[in-house]
């Protein structure tokens, strides 16, 4: 039997999950994998620096999509055994009998408690905000006052669901929209939420409001077969032992077991076409052949490397916007933030896996403690802290261009100044990540999207998966979940492309999980 030759762009969660998938049939499949970094993981990847490892952008391993769960736990099994942390704490610890133990085994996710709260004022509140008598009192009661009656009015008078600022107001109210959504999207996107689409509500906190808070917090008081929880809302999340990046590393290692080819620091440049068939995907002067074509790569990219697009076409790939991302990781000998929470944790750290820092003064989004997220992405977890700074900002503005020095130095003015460190704390060591196109954004030329997708289905031999393949703000489930729709269709011969640009806008898959 002839082997179909399929050519895979990019080794991230969306492409190395289809060349798995494909990979079940050897026989029928021929998979070759081009990707343009050195590394495995795309932006899940983990970066390793001086004996610690930095998670790039925080991956909680959570899905209400079965199949994404299964296919997480057949390659790293849950743990069967308290990881280090647990041991050293007494700390209770949810554990799957038979499963491998952390400490001697390293293929294995942890059971990992999701702590993540807002930075605000020098006060932390819940995430999502929650109404408790922290909040309350953090707050002070004038303004909790002007919060109730604001979201009150925003009940009664709807707005037209227009812009994303809109859309937050409409479940919140003004007044907590301004304290904890305003700022922080506007970092995130560097557009004010006034001129953001709403359709990045929808896909990523369209399940969350006060009302859902409210159902959520009564939830709990249900049997918990009765139970309806909101993503967002999950408290209880695996990781595998060494960070995201570990899994695709472990993925990438079947593939290539089951015959598959991974080439790394192949930057796809061009593709020769026939009529509508892709014939090769060329990496400059390097040509590879092939029958189908699953593509990760970033819209503008694909389009502009298809030598028939129109230019209609061309322009509206060429206007998506993308946010670019920068980490600063540091190790430092202690926070001055204090934990007052109760939970236990080495060093009695705070427990936040994140924090989202709304604070207007500060550049800063969102600082990761990665002794949390597990002990073994730090080398010594009891007497250091390894975080990371996470930055929004556009490749080549001047964030981005800062030296490495320069943009650790500025970090570390940042928080002092919030107070997270004091300007005693010991740095111990620093260094930078930057990462490309992190984020697809929702303005510009997006509304034009549908006549784009439209386009590319045209090609008869080509499928659009992941998160910047498809230019959606897609968690790590939601893109392998479009390399399963894409592989299923080409198994099955099912025509069209429907189902695979469709995983994450339905209303029921994003919203609750019983």
Known sequence: MKQTHVVIIGAGPA??????????????????????????????????????????????????????????????????????????????????????????????????????????????????????????RNMGFITTLRAGFSYLFACVHKLPETSLENFYINRFGKVLYGMFFESYTEKLWGRHPSVISADWGAQRVKGLSILALLKNILGRMLPASKRTVETSLIEEFAYPKFGPGQLWETV?????????????????????????????????DESFSCDLVLSSMP???????????????????????????????LLVDRLKIINTTGKKTLGNIVPDCWIYVQDRSVKLGRVQIFNNWSPY??????????????????????FWSMSEEACVCFAVEELVRIGIISAETAILDSCRERVQKAYPAYFDTYDQIDALKAYLDTVENLYCIGRNGQHRYNNMDHSMATAFEA????????????????????????????
């Open 252 to 284: 990438c290692n079947e593939v290539c077991a089951r015959g598959g080819e991974a080439l790394f620091g192949k930057k796809v440049t061009s593709f020769s076409c026939d009529q509508n068939k892709i014939q090769a995907v060329n990496c400059g």
């Open 15 to 136: 492409g190395l999950t289809a060349a798995y998938e494909l990979l079940r049939q050897p026989e029928a499949y021929r998979v070759t994998i081009l990707e343009e970094d050195t590394r495995i993981g795309g932006i899940s990847k983990t970066v390793a620096h001086g004996g610690n490892r930095i998670d790039i952008g925080g991956h909680r391993f959570f899905s209400k999509d079965d199949r994404v769960t299964a296919w997480w736990e057949n390659m790293l099994p849950m743990q069967g055994h308290p990881a280090f942390d647990e041991r050293v704490l007494s700390r209770a610890a949810r554990l799957t009998p038979g499963g491998p133990d952390p400490e001697t085994e390293d293929r294995v996710m942890l059971n990992r408690q999701r702590v993540s709260r807002i930075y605000f004022d020098g006060n932390f509140y819940d995430y999502p905000i929650s109404l408790n008598w922290p909040t309350i």
């Open 377 to 398: 992405m730090v080398k010594d977890p009891l007497n250091t802290v390894w975080i990371g700074l996470e930055y929004f900002c556009a490749e080549g503005d001047s």
């Open 487 to 514: 592989v299923e269709n080409i198994q099955t011969g099912k025509p069209g492309r429907e189902n695979v640009w469709s995983v994450n806008t339905e209303q029921s898959y994003h919203e609750k999980k019983s």
């Open 299 to 329: 819209l503008c990219s694909l389009v502009n490397g298809l030598p028939d697009a129109p230019e209609t076409i061309r322009q509206i790939a060429s206007g998506l916007p993308y946010r670019d991302f920068v980490t600063v990781g």
